[in-house]
T-cell receptor, first 121, second 115 residues
Framework: AQKITQTQPGMFVQEKEAVTLDCTYD???????LFWYKQPSSGEMIFLIY??????QNATEGRYSLNFQKARKSANLVISASQLGDSAMYFC??????????????????FGQGTILTVHP | EPEVTQTPSHQVTQMGQEVILRCVPI?????FYWYRQILGQKVEFLVS????????KSEIFDDQFSVERPDGSNFTLKIRSTKLEDSAMYFC?????????????FGPGTRLTVL
């Protein structure tokens, strides 16, 4: 079974609009961490935002926020006020393992298939 | 801002040849990783390395692969006898022992093409 599922191969959004990228996960570990990475066409992987399984509040980092619904095992990324530079591939990833903050500090990341976001002017 | 660096950016090799991909992790990081991404596909974990030994490896990381930290700064991935299916982007990553998220910082990748 897939541990991380991103069901949207591609998404389109108008500049300045908000967009939600979906991510569902599967784990039996009570302690885990969820990450979102951005991969522009240049290929590098850029860390965007993190949510720990024990975090009480949804994570926010600037224009990025995470809609974390633990019971549904979903961790959707919300990008507000989209910019042309947001056009990229976006990956959801999970780190499992024991640890008070959600996952071990050194656990491997398991990635989803990615969503290509295109921002239109 | 400190960053992970990788060399070369692109490596072309003949099937059956050995390749060594090099990485310089962020200097105060102690956990190191290799991932690969076949073109158009998801990023896949290969191996993690801590305290001069492998912490975890995936099924992909068979005995054709090895990792080494030859000195205090480099972290290398060796593929002994490359196959066509080894063609991919290889990412090195590192993470700290403490910090808010212990997120993994990725290098720019090495694109390996096996002919």
């Amino acid at each position: 079974a897939q541990k991380i599922t991103q069901t949207q191969p591609g998404m389109f959004v108008q500049e300045k609009e908000a967009v939600t990228l979906d991510c569902t996960y599967d784990t039996s570990d009570p302690s885990y961490g969820l990450f979102w990475y951005k991969q522009p066409s240049s290929g590098e992987m850029i860390f965007l935002i993190y949510q720990g399984s024990y975090d009480q509040q949804n994570a926010t980092e600037g224009r990025y926020s995470l809609n974390f619904q633990k019971a549904r095992k979903s961790a959707n990324l919300v990008i507000s006020a989209s910019q042309l530079g947001d056009s990229a591939m976006y990956f959801c990833a999970m780190r499992e393992g024991r640890g008070g903050t959600g996952g071990t500090s050194y656990g491997k990341l398991t990635f989803g298939q990615g969503t290509i976001l295109t921002v239109h002017p | 801002e400190p960053e992970v660096t990788q060399t070369p950016s692109h490596q072309v090799t003949q099937m059956g040849q050995e390749v060594i991909l090099r990485c310089v992790p962020i200097s105060n990081h102690l956990y190191f990783y290799w991932y690969r991404q076949i073109l158009g596909q998801k990023v896949e974990f290969l191996v993690s390395f801590y305290n001069n030994e492998i912490s975890e490896k995936s099924e992909i990381f068979d005995d054709q692969f090895s990792v080494e930290r030859p000195d205090g700064s480099n972290f290398t991935l060796k593929i002994r006898s490359t196959k066509l299916e080894d063609s991919a982007m290889y990412f090195c990553a590192s993470s700290a022992t403490s910090g808010r998220y212990n997120e993994q910082f990725f290098g720019p990748g090495t694109r390996l093409t096996v002919l």
